[in-house]
């Protein structure tokens, strides 16, 4: 066993050496130096960014996919790209869509003696809804939480932290709030009440559907300390709620945005740039996703105003309809599937959020080679960029629908979102005052670097995951639960 063991190691040493001798060999023949110098200095000195989303924010206001403001920005990022001399277009799709109407939310030891609580609608909730009922908390909200409770959660309204209580034995792992909803769901809760993490009594939005789908019941966010009392109160005495909401659900129109840069040498194989442009309506989604799209949109007027050449073709897209459940990037990959040229994407890069890149992230670990290579010719324009390498793979953004065909995906890392505007994730203030400029331009430079080098590099040595080695790797990411709830693992088990 011990010789098998050494021999095995010894094979694995040797493939990952001749990968990264390959991987380097590649390298060593992409000069991107002195584009990478280009490329600094313009966006260094000429960045729209930051002028572009303070303009958008002030003039159009939040960008919720279906609304009149939603069609307002899809008009605007194709008017500033027609206006970099782009080569762009519309990609339309109809999706059923949902967003919120009027909401109450009272909280009470009995279900005459009921109090008002602030809480704001999660989306996809019923378009009607009035339940009243004992409220349960069943802690993180995960599966092993109900064990404990089983039937004694039908009928009641759940009650349930966002992320991992603090005292949660180590190693707890926890799920997005749609998950949640879905587990609460599953075990008979008529409602759902989400503790937000946030203090000061903050309101987080969101999507409670893990298809993006109407749920069968209501689930509402409120404030951390309004939520932390309730789970105080409940130790020692019942507590009822009443829940009553109207919401609006139905089809609705989007678009999303495209410039294209034709490849010189490999233009049937395509590198797509994505970014959602959507935000929800609380306010104007300055840091999600403003920072993350407007960087994408000047990443597209630095390669024309440049005139950079790529051997591969390459997409900036600007997806709509990401916040209610990926709806734009779907529609991108299902209308790849369809006109057949899906297995030209050989990578998607996707900025959400993303602010000041330290280094480049992937789904697949075989590129650290080329990535840090790469990365060290950044690290000689800007010794602030880091060079990190970050592997593994998540859910919950545009990249999802094109890891779950098997494309390799990437983007930034080790960055941090700016002056401390991670508390004000969908909320109403997220608003352009949080916006750092030089991060901005960071996130811009080093993404279009990185654009840029797959574009042109002589060979990207990963593929297309087979249907096997996809379950495999998802299964690696810990990802089949997650993926299981939401009705998106194809496999058996």
Known sequence: ????????????????????????????????????????????????????????????????????????????????????????KYQPFEVESWNRKTISVKVGPSS???????????AHSPVESK?????????????????????????????????????????TGSLHRSEKTAIATKYGAIGVIIINTVKNGVLLTGTASVTGKLIPIPAVCIGLESGMELKEKLKTAQQFSTIEMTNFSGLIKARNVIATFK?????????????????????????????GSFSVIDMARTFKKLNL??????????????????????????????????????????????????????????MEPLFTAWGADVVKIDTNFRNLFLA??????????????GIPTGGGAGG???????????????????????????????GAMLTYALANTGKIPVQKQTEEKLEAFLISQRLKEPLKIAGEWRWKD
């Open 263 to 291: 490849g010189t040498e490999f233009p049937a194989e395509k590198i797509v740039v994505g970014g959602h442009l959507d935000s929800w309506d609380l306010a104007t989604g300055a840091i999600d996703n403003g920072i």
């Open 112 to 122: 005459t003696a009921m109090k008002a609580v602030r809480a704001v609608t999660l």
């Open 131 to 171: 339940v009243t009922g004992e409220i349960i908390d069943v802690g993180n909200g995960l599966d092993a939480d109900y064990q404990p409770l089983l039937e004694k959660v039908k009928g009641k309204i759940a009650l349930i932290y966002l992320g991992v209580l603090p005292g949660s034995p180590k190693g």
């Open 309 to 366: 050449k790529n051997k591969r073709t390459v997409e900036f897209v600007l997806f709509m309809g990401e916040e209610q459940g990926l709806l734009g990037s779907k529609a991108y990959v299902a209308q790849g599937k369809e006109d057949k040229t899906l297995d030209q994407v050989r990578f998607m890069l996707n900025y959400d959020m993303t602010n000041d890149p330290k280094g480049f992230s992937t789904s697949r670990e075989e």
């Open 1 to 88: 066993m011990v010789e098998f063991t050494k021999s095995y190691l010894q094979m694995r040493n040797f493939l990952f050496l001749a990968l990264a001798a390959l991987c380097f060999s590649a390298n060593a023949q992409d000069n991107f130096g002195s584009a990478f110098k280009q490329i600094n200095k313009e966006v260094q000195t000429n960045s729209n960014a930051y002028a572009n989303l303070k303009d958008a924010s002030s003039t159009i206001g939040h960008r919720l996919t279906g609304s009149e403001n939603g069609a307002k920005a899809e008009e605007y990022a194709y008017n500033l790209l027609k206006s970099y001399g782009c080569e762009v």
């Open 416 to 446: 941090r979102l700016p002056n401390n505007s991670g508390p004000f994730y969908h909320s109403d203030g997220d608003t352009f005052k949080l916006v750092d400029e030089q991060g901005l331009k960071n996130t811009v430079r080093y």
């Open 392 to 405: 593994g793979a998540s859910l919950h953004s545009d990249h999802q629908p094109f890891l779950l065909e």
